[in-house]
């Protein structure tokens, strides 16, 4: 099963409004977790990394002021798309924790924006 | 992270096999992945192979990594129209997250 959850998975909001996405972990703390973003047939780009409880690190060109992350608790990441626009439409995919003899990272299920 | 190339698309007929290749630039990953991700849906890991290694085989799939040249390929054999998705190659510098190539579609047809 699961164990990285996002939520929602799909959201249509308008223009100028702001979009908290989530991500959890499921059964285990994580003070880690990784934020992409996917374009249509592009590949995953890192966003940022979000550090419970401290700032998160953001990739260079991304703006840290429209996409908010907060990592308030060791089970939780929230990214805030604020003021959102259509160009901010995207497939956002959050990853935590993984397995210490392979390296495999969880990924959550991806939370579909589309701003109108 | 650096660049991890991969070709973009790919289309086969059911029952023949597909290989995926894949070149990335960071020699000091531990291992190296391959995820698959049908429409609309995240990322599942595929398989993944140890950089000490040459070769993985697991069921229908076969990973080859030739780390001199910094190339990985990813076989699936006796490919069926369920296995059409994109598939990313992953590699994973040390202390930093995955750094993924652009995917490669792979249609395959009846």
């Known amino acids: 099963g699961a164990v990285v959850s996002q939520h929602p998975s799909w959201v249509i909001c308008k223009s100028g409004t702001s979009v908290k996405i989530e991500c959890r972990s499921l059964d285990f703390q994580a003070t880690t977790m990784f934020w992409y973003r996917q374009f249509p047939k592009q590949s995953l780009m890192l966003m940022a990394t979000?550090?419970?409880?401290?700032?998160?690190?953001?990739e260079q060109g991304v703006e840290k002021d429209k996409f908010l992350i907060n990592h308030a608790s060791l089970t939780l990441s929230t990214l805030t798309v604020t003021s959102a626009h259509p160009e901010d439409s995207s497939f956002y995919i959050c990853?935590?924790?993984?397995?210490?003899?392979?390296?495999?990272?969880?990924f959550g299920e991806g939370s579909r924006l589309t701003v109108l | 992270g650096e660049d991890v190339e991969q070709s973009l698309f790919l289309s086969v007929r059911e029952g023949d096999s597909s290989v995926i290749n894949c070149t990335y630039t960071?020699?000091?990953?531990?291992?190296l992945y391959w995820y698959k991700q049908e429409p609309g849906a995240g990322l599942q890991l595929l398989t993944y192979i140890f950089s000490n290694m040459d070769m993985k085989q697991d069921q229908r799939l076969t990973v080859l990594l030739n780390k001199k040249d910094k190339h990985l390929s990813l076989r699936i054999a006796d490919t069926q129209t369920g296995d059409s998705a994109i598939y990313f190659c992953a590699d994973n510098p040390p202390g930093y997250a995955l750094n993924f190539g652009k995917g490669t579609s792979l249609l395959v047809t009846p």
């Open positions: 979000s550090n419970e409880g401290s700032k998160a690190t953001y």
């Open positions: 990853s935590a924790g993984g397995r210490e003899d392979t390296g495999e990272l969880f």
């Open positions: 960071d020699s000091s990953s531990t291992y």
